[in-house]
T-cell receptor, first 115, second 118 residues
């Protein structure tokens, strides 16, 4: 069974600093990979996804993530944090061998941005 | 605008009562999903449906029931058998993925319904 581990339930950065949110997956075959963002009491919004091809994926709001097969990782980064980035971030995987689009989510990382 | 509408946004229930959460989408998506969110646990799949009149259990289906009588609607009933129903419930939809290795379809999420059992 696939699983997702997000290291750090809470991450705090200063405004303008680098954001790094970590995600590792466990799967015998590299899955499809996603990052979603959730603002308080709202649904999830897709930031970016990796399916195939270029391993560095750019998403919305200046975020990007790099798929590293050797490390089974898909860490999310942003060069300069903004106050509006404060939210909860979820890494998710989908088994490319299966029909359908079921997602398995990590536990989430709450990002706090300090002024 | 196309999207997913969940209602009610907030719901309070007494122990022993069944409640039904509504999920409607106008995206013309075939597949629909229900997830439960608890603090520090991420999202866990309750039920999903890939076509009208058909649905499958997810990882935590016990104490829940669903129906899929129309393509655009996928209501979730939280029954009295659910031991710890207080949570945030999220509905999602996506196009149907018919073949493996055919590329990933993105899930679109509703704004969620927060259920509190008193």
């Amino acid at each position: 069974a696939q699983s997702v581990t997000q290291l750090g339930s809470h991450v705090s950065v200063s405004e303008g600093a680098l954001v790094l949110l970590r995600c590792n997956y466990s799967s015998s075959v590299p899955p499809y990979l996603f990052w979603y963002v959730q603002y308080p009491n709202q649904g999830l919004q897709l930031l970016l996804k990796y399916t195939t091809g270029a391993t560095l994926v750019k998403g919305i709001n200046g975020f990007e993530a790099e798929f590293k097969k050797s490390e089974t990782s898909f860490h999310l980064t942003k060069p300069s944090a903004h106050m509006s980035d404060a939210a909860e971030y979820f890494c998710a995987v989908s088994d490319r061998r299966e029909y359908g689009n079921k997602l398995v989510f990590g536990a989430g990382t709450i990002l706090r941005v300090k002024s | 605008d196309g999207g997913i509408t969940q209602s009610p946004k907030y719901l309070f229930r007494k122990e022993g009562q069944n409640v039904t959460l509504s999920c409607e989408q106008n995206l013309n998506h075939d597949a629909m999903y229900w997830y439960r969110q608890d603090p520090g646990q991420g999202l866990r799949l309750i039920y999903y449906s890939q076509i009208v009149n058909d649905f499958q259990k997810g990882d935590i289906a016990e104490g829940y029931s669903v129906s899929r009588e129309k393509k655009e609607s996928f209501p979730l009933t939280v029954t009295s058998a659910q031991k710890n129903p207080t949570a945030f419930y999220l509905c999602a939809s996506s196009p149907l993925r018919l073949k493996s290795l055919s590329g990933a379809n993105v899930l679109t999420f509703g704004a969620g319904s927060r259920l509190t059992v008193l």
